[in-house]
Every structure is written in structure tokens, then in C-alpha cells.
């Protein structure tokens, strides 16, 4: 029997959703979510010329909220149109079609197309369906998990993971400089040119209950740095002075989440970002994250040059693989 896929359950979810989806009182949306305030987060001008000031913008962002919005990036509209368009398309295809790209039971790898991510607490399910594949560097891209169908699929996610070095190189390169290090430096201690980009695409169907449910509980990523374009249906979530705020919608922006990586490799200077999804009742919600991440050997530790006597490692060095292990195992780091 195959699992059950939200897309499914939400074509026969009106007017209730299975008790798995009904998340404890202290994650429920409608009871924890500060109401009429709208987070607006740090927006940056990444084609401003005065590169101090961006600098500036930066680690006042990664330092405080651990999350920002960069616009005038570089990555051309119309290619961020089709890489939607392709990836809803994905989406609406018959379940037999996706089912091709599904990930084995049993499988260590995260690629490719599902529903449950990682070991889920007091047995909750979060409203979300998935697809996964590494779009750089191309040595560790897998076309097992890349759709045939729609056919400009893999063109579109190609030339989206082209245009998505500039703004990496550049994020990188102003963290970098923000800590006092030369420009290259947070770059090569993620990997430099090795550093790997996982593209998951969120699929969150209408829900009927969006009070009770969550689209992706309360969590920060274990990436690098997360670079994410949403659709246009609101539901990305930040937890700021112990509150959850819904976070502005800005269109044509990115949204650039500091991921557990780039804290440890910053001592703790940079803040990895407290954040959830909800969902929405009358509309699917999708979202394209690009994690930008270590190559799965490499060990990861507080830069040395950000390590003295006054200011200790407040981080264990670790491979990203075990780190990640870890993580979704929920066991201690």
C-alpha cells in the first residue's frame, strides 16, 4: 500500500482534517500567531553600490532577526516565473506521475518526491507534500528525481540554479566581511565551489482547518543559508521575541533565511531563524527553497579566526552529514 499523500487527503478533507494534522494548543496558528501584525523584515538592495552599507544590512539582519528579504538580485523575473510554473505543474499531475519520483521506503537519501521529511513529535503530520532534488553542482545531481513531465522542467530549474550563484556568492561574501574576514573565507569554510543547492518545493493543498494545522512545524534549517521564492498565498512565519508573527509578502523579493551552519561557523554571531508555515483555506500555497549547503563530508566548526580565549567555540566541530542525521533523527547533537 503506498502512503498517503496530503494532495489526497485534502480533496476529501470540507470541512475537517484527520486528528494526525490537529497540532497541539502551543503550535496551533489561530492560538499562537500575533494577530494584525504583519513581520516586515529587512529588506536589502542587493544592487546597491555602496557595498559597506549592504554589509551593514546584512549583519544587522543575521544578527537580530536571522532573516531578511533581498531584492534587485539578479535572478531575471521570467526565470523565477518558469521555474513556478514548472513546479506547480509537477504538482498537478496525476498521482501515478509523481509516484515515479517518490523516494524508496527506507531510503537515507532526502531526494525526491514525499510527504513525511523527519520523525514527527507525539505523532503529528504537518499539511505538506514535497519534492526534492539537488540542482548543484552538477556532480551531485541525480535525474532519477528530476520530472520528465512538464518537459521544460529541467531547463527552467537549470537556468534558475545559474542565476542562483550570484546572489549566493554575494550573501556569502557580505557574511564574510560582516565578521571581519576576508571576502572568500565564509564561502570556502562551507565548501566553496562544492557547496551543494537542494531545491524542495512546498506543496501545501487548501485545508479545510487552517486554525489547527501547520504546513511545516516550528523549526531552523540545517543548512548554510536558506533562499527561498514563495507564491503569492501568505503563510511564511517567524518567531521574534517569543511571538510568531506572519512575515511580509514582498513580490519579486527572495527570502534569505541564515540556516545552523552559518551560526556555528559564525560562533553564534549570526542567528539561525525560528520559522514555520501555515496554510491556507481557500488557496494552495507553494514555496521553492534552495538550501545552500556543505558538502555532506565536510566538518563544520566555528571559524578559527573567530575563536580566542575572551570568545570560545560555542559550537561543536561536525561533519554536515552526521549534523543533519542528528537533526531529522531528533537525537542529541
Known amino acids: 500500500m503506498g502512503v498517503e499523500r496530503v494532495q489526497e487527503i485534502a480533496n476529501f478533507s470540507k470541512e475537517t482534517i484527520p486528528e494526525e494534522f490537529i497540532r497541539t494548543t502551543y503550535e496551533q496558528p489561530a492560538l499562537t500567531t500575533v494577530q494584525g501584525t504583519v513581520l516586515e523584515v529587512p529588506v536589502i538592495d542587493l544592487s546597491d553600490p555602496d557595498e559597506e552599507k549592504v554589509v551593514r544590512a546584512i549583519v544587522d539582519a543575521s544578527s537580530n532577526w536571522g532573516m531578511f528579504q533581498v531584492v534587485n538580485h539578479g535572478i531575471p523575473r521570467e526565470t523565477v516565473r518558469k521555474l513556478k510554473e514548472v513546479g506547480k505543474a509537477f504538482f498537478e499531475l496525476p498521482p501515478h506521475e509523481k509516484e515515479a519520483y517518490a523516494k524508496s521506503p527506507g531510503s537515507q ?4 518526491y514525499g510527504t513525511k521529511l523527519q520523525r514527527e513529535v507525539e505523532g503529528k503530520k504537518a499539511w505538506v507534500d514535497h519534492l526534492f532534488h539537488k ?16 518537459p521544460s522542467y529541467r531547463k527552467n530549474n537549470k537556468e534558475y540554479a545559474k542565476h542562483m550563484h550570484g546572489v549566493v556568492n554575494k550573501l556569502f561574501r557580505c557574511l564574510s566581511l560582516g565578521l571581519g574576514l576576508e571576502g572568500n573565507e565564509m564561502k570556502e569554510a562551507m565548501g566553496g565551489d562544492n557547496m551543494v543547492y537542494l531545491l524542495k518545493i512546498n506543496y501545501y ?3 479545510p482547518r487552517p486554525d489547527l494545522a501547520l504546513g511545516v512545524p516550528a523549526h531552523t534549517d540545517m543548512s548554510a543559508i536558506t533562499i527561498l521564492v514563495p507564491n503569492d498565498v501568505q503563510g511564511l512565519q517567524a518567531c521574534k521575541d517569543d511571538h510568531w508573527y506572519d512575515v ?8 534569505v533565511h541564515i540556516g545552523d551552519q552559518v551560526e556555528i561557523v559564525s560562533n553564534g554571531k549570526y542567528k539561525s531563524v525560528l520559522h514555520r508555515a501555515k496554510v491556507n483555506k481557500e488557496k494552495t500555497r507553494i514555496s521553492w527553497p534552495v538550501f545552500v549547503e556543505p558538502p555532506s563530508d565536510l566538518e563544520v566548526g566555528p571559524h578559527p579566526k573567530l ?6 567555540p560555542k559550537f561543536e566541530s561536525k561533519k554536515y552529514s552526521q549534523y543533519c542525521f542528528c537533526k531529522l533523527n531528533k537525537t542529541p547533537k
Do not use: H, T
Not at 135 to 150: A, G, H, R
Not at 248 to 255: D, G, T
Not at 307 to 312: H, I, L, S
Open 205 to 207: 493543498p487548501q485545508c
Open 109 to 112: 537519501s532526502i531526494e525526491g
Open 248 to 255: 511580509e509578502y514582498i513580490p519579486n523579493a527572495l527570502i
Open 307 to 312: 575563536v580566542n580565549e575572551a570568545n570560545p
Open 135 to 150: 540542482i548543484w553542482p552538477p556532480s551531485e545531481i541525480n535525474y532519477q528525481f528530476w520530472p520528465k513531465n512538464p
